[in-house]
């Protein structure tokens, strides 16, 4: 599977970024995908994912009424819009997918048997 994730960069607190992640796989059908994050000392995290057919969605406490995961079908484009940034959201972003993870998974890194290079989302106080 071939993720391409785009749409990092610097914002202030309080901003919003949207961030995309593309993909060509021709069985994304079966697939969820999500975000991942990681920033330095710190333990990395699913922020979001969606299961690409019928688009039930998982959300990190952290991500809870700040961010919003979408897909579109037609473009094979997976995106996540973050709003209320703060500083602790700065981390690099990863595109991640995998095959059949069930729902109570969707939370689990070790799920997502796919990632793609990261996007810098650094958020200054």
Do not use: H
């Given at each position: ?69 979408s897909r579109d079908k ?33 939370g689990s890194r070790s ?6 290079q990261g996007t810098q ?5």
């Amino acid at each position: 599977v071939q993720l391409q994730a785009s749409g990092g960069g610097l914002v202030q607190a309080g901003g919003s970024l949207r961030l995309s992640c593309a993909t060509s796989d021709s069985t994304y059908n079966s697939y969820a995908m999500g975000w991942f994050r990681q920033a330095p000392g710190k333990e990395g995290e699913i922020v979001a994912a969606i299961r690409w057919s019928g688009g039930s969605v998982y959300y990190a406490d952290s991500a809870k009424g700040r961010f919003t995961i979408s897909r579109d079908k037609a473009k094979k484009t997976m995106y996540l819009q973050m709003t209320n940034l703060t500083p602790e959201d700065t981390a690099v972003y990863y595109c991640v997918a995998g095959d059949g993870i069930i729902m109570s998974s969707l939370g689990s890194r070790s799920a997502y048997k796919n990632r793609g290079q990261g996007t810098q989302v650094t958020v200054s106080s």
